[in-house]
């Protein structure tokens, strides 16, 4: 079949995320046949680099042979099994290793299957440990400029208006901060103080998106402000949970962006690259002091009954388990840093354009910020089509061109990646 004949039949039925369908009528809706290492390929035979790992979530590259050998061993053996009253090794082995992998303080996880999820178990737990001791804080704090989810309380603690405006009305009251990535960090942080002062015992958490706040157009960060954001959540008696949805596992250059902060946050949420971009899969580890407020006897009401039909999926956790498999065997971390190095040298050609306002980076996740268009004219969605139709897959935030490559990006990948969109925006 071809990609016009799949299209058809596609946009007779489905409701895209993320989308107003009806630009469709206009723009490619893709539909991919097969993917392998760097490159997704549609019906037709074109091959696009997938420049921004599949919404951030591939770390190795598609269809990789390691990944798929566990999976298929996993298959023939448990694909899945209610997680409450039961258990099986592939879970147990995975939260053994997250746990090494992560601040000691860090000793307890939660299974979900997304991260929307997590954000949300992070956020209820920590709400209902304060209930369990006697306390009410309704309130929760997060960034301006913040993304963490589209469930409801996710959506609440996020300030993306595009995603949030609309559901004000029925959102959970939340406070928000001013955001180290836009204002200077000693005004973010009194900022926040401010907050934590005014609001005291009614906060039970401050939620943050370590270093680079995604969503909220790849707005960057220094470590110095989570460090001392930490000792402030302390002194107020606040939880600080780390949301590492999108930024763990390597994508800011090291395993996880609370380690450039030297802290352990008392909550953190992990998805997206846990299973390198295979299945739905997402945890949220804390601490015993937090486990412990909800062990007890059944009929003391004190128990956390959250639970997802697919907690803990075996397929999941095996796909999760190759992924640091692959982690411990293979160099990943440390190759990456030439290849962080490449895209920063190679990138700041771009500075040069009289259109481009900013090229920030950390890690692996490359942002180039455009100045001089208005967002009604939807500049992204040009630079979109013209990187696609010379076999780059890139998707603009607005004005905002990143790059957030897989890891199995060669350096002559990085290179046509980079002088595409470089040509792109310079024609523009």
């Excluded at 490159?39 to 420049?51: T, V």
């Excluded at 298959?75 to 995975?94: C, N, Q, R, T």
């Amino acid at each position: 079949m071809s990609n016009e004949e799949l299209m058809a039949q596609d946009l007779a039925m489905i409701f895209h995320p993320c989308s107003q369908m009806k630009d469709y009528e206009k723009l490619p809706l893709i539909p991919i046949k097969s993917a392998k290492g760097s490159y997704i390929e549609d019906f037709d035979g074109n091959r696009y680099l997938d420049s921004i790992s599949s919404w951030w979530v591939n770390l190795f590259g598609h269809c990789h042979p390691y990944i798929n050998q566990r999976l298929q061993e996993q298959m023939g053996e448990l694909e899945h099994v209610i997680f409450a009253g039961f258990s099986h090794k592939p879970a147990i082995d995975l939260a053994r290793r997250l746990i090494a992998l992560t601040p000691k303080p860090l000793q307890k996880l939660f299974f979900a299957d997304n991260g929307s999820s997590a954000v949300e178990i992070s956020l209820k737990m920590a709400f209902h440990y304060f209930k369990n001791k006697g306390e009410i804080r309704p309130f929760f704090v997060s960034l301006q400029n913040s993304y963490h989810g589209e469930t409801m309380g996710a959506l609440a603690v996020s300030d993306t208006g595009l995603y949030k405006d609309v559901y004000s009305d029925i959102l959970i009251q939340t406070l928000q901060a001013l955001s180290p990535a836009l204002v200077d960090e000693e005004v973010a942080l009194e900022d926040m103080e401010r907050l934590l002062q005014t609001h005291q015992n009614q906060i039970s958490s401050v939620i943050i998106e370590p270093l680079v706040q995604c969503a909220g157009s790849m707005k960057m960060y220094n470590a110095s402000y989570i460090t001392k954001l930490r000792e402030m959540c302390d002194r107020y008696g606040v939880f600080l949970i780390a949301d590492e949805i999108a930024v763990g596992f390597g994508r800011t250059g090291s395993m996880f962006a609370i380690e450039q902060a030297g802290i352990s946050p008392d909550f953190l949420c992990l998805s997206k690259g846990i299973t390198g971009g295979y299945m739905p899969l997402s945890v949220v580890l804390l601490t015993d002091e937090i486990y412990a407020a909800f062990y007890c006897d059944y009929n003391e009401g004190k128990s956390f009954l959250d639970s997802h039909s697919y907690t803990g999926n075996a397929l999941a956790c095996s796909v999760a388990n190759a992924v640091l498999d692959i982690f411990e065997n293979e160099p990943i971390l440390q190759s990456n840093q030439y290849k962080i190095q490449h895209i920063h040298n190679q990138t700041q050609k771009f500075t040069s354009l009289a259109n481009v306002k900013e090229v920030r980076q950390r890690g692996m996740i490359c942002a180039i910020e455009l100045q001089g268009y208005a967002p009604s004219q939807r500049i992204g969605l040009e630079i979109f089509q013209k990187a696609l139709a010379q076999g780059v897959y890139i998707r603009p935030l607005g004005s905002v061109v990143y790059f957030m490559p897989p890891y199995c990006f060669s350096v002559e990948e990085l290179d046509t990646m980079i002088d595409v969109t470089y040509s792109v925006v310079k024609n523009l």
